[in-house]
């Protein structure tokens, strides 16, 4: 019998769950230090506002229990969520740890489940949709947000140009990021209809390239790959990274930009009641019709 294709594993989850727990951000209220996670609970409040229907039973994962704000509202009134972790934590409380890889939830009838900054760490985007989709009920819906598009081009061109001036070679410095271009297509293959994908661009300025390295190291996104260089990084390598990033990337106030896009994704599970494209060869009119027969006019 033959076997099933192994995932190959792209991220270190077990590194990045420690990186977070030693995360000092994470110890205080959501403010501006946690402005992803507040930039994407309030999105997300914004996008549940424009659906009409009402959620009676939802799931929020989500990495860090910083995203799970109590406050989320639809336009029919508050969202009862049940909250889970997809990376093991050691913070009180009595939220349950749900691995993404092997989704194991309470309840296989949620008309809602949410992911928020966890997608674009995780080794099998494929398989995590078809699992979610086997836990929501027909016409449920699943909304997923993480790190997506052009994000953090900036240090990757950064540290690509430092590696090469250094030694010569270029080595995993950012991990990959999911492209819109690709959204629609990862919702279908775990079984999802009528997918939407959406960018939000957004531009964040830092006094100095070091200080946005360091809010990703606290963040817990400093390099996650596996096959990450393991030795230090030298003070001359570090040194040609900052030169490279202000000269290419500051502005005139001296402040240095960096590139957050938010990938949000929406699939519903599929039901009867959906509105389905028309079958090749089925329409009723020309697109001539339409229009009108304008060959006469001058």
């Known amino acids: 019998m033959a076997q099933k294709n192994q995932v190959k594993k792209l991220f270190d989850r077990e590194l990045i769950a420690k990186r977070l727990q030693k995360a000092s951000i994470f110890q205080t209220a959501s403010g501006p230090d ?44 508050p969202i009862n969520f049940e909250y889970g972790l997809t990376l093991p934590s050691d913070a009180k409380g009595d939220v349950p740890f749900y691995d993404p890889a092997r989704l194991d939830l309470p309840h296989n009838d949620y008309d809602l489940i949410v992911s928020l900054a966890d997608l674009h760490m995780m080794d099998d985007v494929p398989g995590f949709f078809v699992q979610a989709q086997r836990y929501l009920r027909p016409d449920g819906l699943c909304v997923v947000a993480a790190l997506g598009g052009d994000s953090l081009t900036e240090l990757r061109q950064a540290w690509l140009n430092a590696d090469v001036a250094h030694s010569g070679g270029a080595y995993a410095r950012v991990a990959p990021f999911i492209d819109i271009r690709d ?29 946005l390295m360091e ?4 963040f817990g996104a400093s390099n996650p790959l596996l096959e990450r260089p393991q030795n230090f990084v030298s003070r001359g390598l570090l040194t040609k990274v900052v030169e490279f990033y202000a000269d290419q990337f500051t502005d005139e106030d001296g402040r240095c930009r960096a590139t957050l896009d938010l990938l949000w994704l929406m699939g519903w599970t599929p039901h009867e009641s959906q509105q389905k494209p028309l079958r090749p060869g089925s329409a009723t009119k020309s697109l001539k019709d339409v229009l009108g027969d304008k060959s006469g006019e001058n």
Do not use: C, W
């Not at 424009?50 to 509202?73: C, G």
């Not at 959204?183 to 200080?211: K, S, W």
């Not at 809010?215 to 606290?218: K, N, T, Y």
């Open 215 to 218: 809010e990703l190291r606290q």
């Open 183 to 211: 959204g629609g297509a990862l919702l279908q293959r775990g079984g999802f209809a009528l997918p939407v994908t959406d960018l939000e661009h957004h531009v964040v300025r830092y006094g100095h390239p070091i200080a």
């Open 34 to 77: 946690n402005f992803i996670a507040d930039l994407m609970i309030n999105d997300l409040k914004d996008r549940l506002s424009t659906i009409t229907r009402k959620f009676e039973k939802a799931l929020l994962l989500a990495p860090h229990p910083d995203f799970f704000a109590q406050n989320i509202k639809s336009a029919e009134g």
